[in-house]
Nanobody, 120 residues
Framework: QVQLVESGGGLVQPGGSLRLSCAAS????????MGWYRQAPGKQRELVAS???????NYADSVKGRFTISRDNVQNTVYLQMNSLKPEDTAIYYC??????????????WGQGTQVTVSS
Protein backbone atom coordinates (compact mmCIF):
# COMPACT_ATOMS: atom_id res chain seq x y z
CA GLN A 1 0.00 0.00 0.00
CA VAL A 2 1.22 3.51 -0.85
CA GLN A 3 0.27 6.73 0.90
CA LEU A 4 0.91 10.43 0.32
CA VAL A 5 0.70 12.62 3.40
CA GLU A 6 0.75 16.40 3.08
CA SER A 7 1.56 19.04 5.65
CA GLY A 8 2.29 22.74 5.89
CA GLY A 9 -0.93 24.47 4.94
CA GLY A 10 -2.51 27.25 6.94
CA LEU A 11 -3.55 30.87 7.08
CA VAL A 12 -1.11 33.52 5.89
CA GLN A 13 -1.33 37.21 5.09
CA PRO A 14 -0.89 38.48 1.54
CA GLY A 15 2.80 38.70 0.71
CA GLY A 16 3.63 35.93 3.15
CA SER A 17 5.17 32.52 2.62
CA LEU A 18 4.30 28.89 3.28
CA ARG A 19 6.09 25.63 2.61
CA LEU A 20 4.09 22.52 1.79
CA SER A 21 5.50 19.03 2.18
CA CYS A 22 4.27 15.70 0.85
CA ALA A 23 5.83 12.43 1.96
CA ALA A 24 5.27 9.16 0.15
CA SER A 25 5.43 5.93 2.12
CA UNK A 26 4.61 2.27 1.75
CA UNK A 27 5.52 -0.40 -0.77
CA UNK A 28 7.39 1.88 -3.14
CA UNK A 29 9.74 0.66 -5.85
CA UNK A 30 10.26 4.01 -7.56
CA UNK A 31 8.71 7.46 -7.84
CA UNK A 32 8.50 9.20 -11.19
CA UNK A 33 6.93 12.63 -11.57
CA MET A 34 5.59 14.44 -8.52
CA GLY A 35 3.47 17.53 -8.43
CA TRP A 36 1.13 19.90 -6.68
CA TYR A 37 -2.39 20.73 -7.77
CA ARG A 38 -4.90 23.09 -6.24
CA GLN A 39 -8.64 23.53 -6.26
CA ALA A 40 -10.39 26.71 -5.25
CA PRO A 41 -14.11 26.79 -4.39
CA GLY A 42 -16.21 26.55 -7.54
CA LYS A 43 -13.19 25.95 -9.77
CA GLN A 44 -11.58 22.95 -11.38
CA ARG A 45 -8.45 21.38 -9.99
CA GLU A 46 -5.40 22.83 -11.72
CA LEU A 47 -1.73 21.97 -11.92
CA VAL A 48 0.46 24.30 -9.87
CA ALA A 49 3.89 22.75 -10.37
CA SER A 50 5.50 19.44 -11.24
CA UNK A 51 8.94 17.89 -11.04
CA UNK A 52 10.29 14.83 -12.84
CA UNK A 53 12.57 12.18 -11.40
CA UNK A 54 15.36 14.04 -13.18
CA UNK A 55 14.28 17.23 -11.40
CA UNK A 56 12.98 19.07 -14.45
CA UNK A 57 10.29 21.45 -13.29
CA ASN A 58 7.15 22.96 -14.74
CA TYR A 59 5.00 25.76 -13.31
CA ALA A 60 1.63 27.31 -13.95
CA ASP A 61 2.03 30.83 -15.32
CA SER A 62 0.20 32.23 -12.31
CA VAL A 63 2.87 31.04 -9.88
CA LYS A 64 6.08 31.40 -11.89
CA GLY A 65 8.67 33.39 -9.99
CA ARG A 66 6.81 32.97 -6.70
CA PHE A 67 6.61 29.20 -6.10
CA THR A 68 9.42 26.65 -6.15
CA ILE A 69 8.97 22.90 -6.29
CA SER A 70 11.70 20.53 -5.14
CA ARG A 71 12.07 16.91 -4.09
CA ASP A 72 14.15 14.73 -1.81
CA ASN A 73 14.51 11.33 -3.42
CA VAL A 74 15.96 9.77 -0.27
CA GLN A 75 13.01 10.88 1.87
CA ASN A 76 10.47 10.34 -0.96
CA THR A 77 9.22 13.86 -0.31
CA VAL A 78 8.17 16.73 -2.54
CA TYR A 79 8.05 20.33 -1.37
CA LEU A 80 6.35 23.49 -2.56
CA GLN A 81 7.84 26.75 -1.34
CA MET A 82 5.26 29.48 -1.83
CA ASN A 83 6.38 33.11 -1.56
CA SER A 84 4.61 36.41 -2.22
CA LEU A 85 1.28 34.73 -1.66
CA LYS A 86 -1.86 36.36 -3.01
CA PRO A 87 -5.52 35.95 -2.02
CA GLU A 88 -6.10 34.17 -5.32
CA ASP A 89 -3.71 31.42 -4.19
CA THR A 90 -6.32 30.37 -1.63
CA ALA A 91 -7.28 26.76 -2.35
CA ILE A 92 -6.93 23.19 -1.21
CA TYR A 93 -3.53 21.98 -2.37
CA TYR A 94 -3.13 18.34 -3.36
CA CYS A 95 0.04 16.35 -3.82
CA UNK A 96 0.24 13.91 -6.72
CA UNK A 97 2.86 11.31 -7.58
CA UNK A 98 3.35 8.64 -10.20
CA UNK A 99 4.58 5.67 -8.20
CA UNK A 100 5.65 2.18 -9.12
CA UNK A 101 5.04 -0.23 -6.25
CA UNK A 102 7.06 -3.31 -5.36
CA UNK A 103 4.80 -5.38 -7.62
CA UNK A 104 5.97 -3.14 -10.50
CA UNK A 105 2.50 -1.65 -10.94
CA UNK A 106 2.47 2.08 -11.73
CA UNK A 107 -0.34 4.48 -10.98
CA UNK A 108 -1.05 8.00 -9.84
CA UNK A 109 -1.58 8.64 -6.15
CA TRP A 110 -3.15 11.66 -4.45
CA GLY A 111 -2.72 13.13 -1.03
CA GLN A 112 -5.65 14.11 1.16
CA GLY A 113 -5.23 17.84 0.51
CA THR A 114 -4.14 20.73 2.70
CA GLN A 115 -5.90 24.08 2.96
CA VAL A 116 -4.01 27.25 2.11
CA THR A 117 -5.79 30.51 2.91
CA VAL A 118 -4.29 33.88 2.03
CA SER A 119 -6.15 36.67 3.77
CA SER A 120 -5.55 39.77 5.86
Amino acid sequence: QVQLVESGGGLVQPGGSLRLSCAASGSIFSINAMGWYRQAPGKQRELVASITSGESTNYADSVKGRFTISRDNVQNTVYLQMNSLKPEDTAIYYCNARITNIMRVSRNYWGQGTQVTVSS
